[in-house]
């Protein structure tokens, strides 16, 4: 699955800008993570067409760059502890998380969308046992 991360000015109307964008297209945000960070907002989303995404989120004035990458999606029971569990095993073999954000929640389980530093990618999925 790929993340898409928007970088625009902090300023207000930037998500709103973004969503309707992304409406107008008909891209269907799947998962979303947003923050301030000095004078810039950083966006992360998953959606339903990541290649319509980036190309008209790119074309937006106010966005200084759309940057789309790989994430891992893992799926957890649903119980306290285990996002702390999961992110145990990743720290203790030294992987480096660069997002990391709820993508759905069932009764039972978790999906969890896990970005780590680009080079730690495949050590990542070994341990988390993804194929």
Same mark, same amino acid.
């Given at each position: 699955m790929k993340e898409i991360t928007i970088v625009t000015n +902090?300023? %207000?109307g930037s998500l709103?800008?973004?969503?309707? %964008?992304?409406?107008?297209v008909g891209v269907n945000i799947e998962a979303i993570s947003a923050y301030g960070r000095d004078n810039e907002a950083i966006f992360r989303v998953i959606t339903n067409d990541y290649t319509t995404a980036v190309k008209s989120l790119s074309k937006l004035p106010t966005v200084?760059? %759309?940057k789309e990458a790989d994430?891992?999606? %893992?799926?957890?029971? +649903?119980?306290?502890?285990?996002l702390g569990k999961m992110?145990?095993?990743l720290s203790n073999r030294g992987v480096n998380l660069e997002s990391l954000y709820i993508v759905s929640r069932k009764q039972d389980f978790t999906e969890v969308a896990v970005k780590p530093?680009? +080079?730690q990618f495949p050590l990542a999925k070994e341990i988390l046992g993804i194929k």
């Open positions: +902090n300023e %207000v709103a800008a973004i969503a309707e %964008v992304l409406g107008g200084k760059r %759309v994430v891992l999606i %893992v799926k957890l029971m +649903n119980r306290p502890g285990e992110t145990r095993r530093q680009e +080079n």
